[in-house]
């Protein structure tokens, strides 16, 4: 069975900077996305679509098609007391914020002055170059169930 739009698509795999970093990976068999539901990169995507169970591939993927290219408007300095009075706020830690528009965004603590806090709200992986190391595990039809959710199921169906 191909690859295509509404299967549900099993991997193993290695992701990798172009410095030959492991950034993440999955090798047990456990990773599964729906095809064509924006759960997974476009460039990983794309690259997927057409192919088959046992099919091995490295796929480079730039940002464009990844996690987009850095924003230098996504990252300010707000006033530390935006934060709660006791928190420890250290560089690295990721907090919950609300854009201009509403959305929830994740942002990331880039610097911790006296009176002011640097936040990041790019992708920690925004700017990089992805390289993939891939194995397709399984493909089957999706559920309606899953269909209708946008999402993958584990056995036994899901508990929203």
Known sequence: MQIEQNKV????????????????????????YLHGANNI???LENALTGKTVGEKMDVAVEPADGYGERDAEKTQAVPRNMFPEDAEIETGMQFHAQSPTGE?????????EDETVTVDGNHPLAGVAL???????????????????????GAGGHDH
């Open 104 to 112: 929830t965004l994740v942002v990331t603590v880039v610097k911790v």
């Open 41 to 43: 990169i476009p460039g």
């Open 131 to 153: 390289n993939f190391d891939v194995e397709i595990m399984d493909v089957r039809d999706a559920s309606e169930e899953e269909l209708q959710h946008g999402h993958v199921h």
């Open 9 to 32: 698509v099993t991997l193993n795999y290695t992701l990798k900077d172009n410095d030959g970093n492991v950034i993440d990976q999955s090798t047990d068999g456990s990773f599964a």
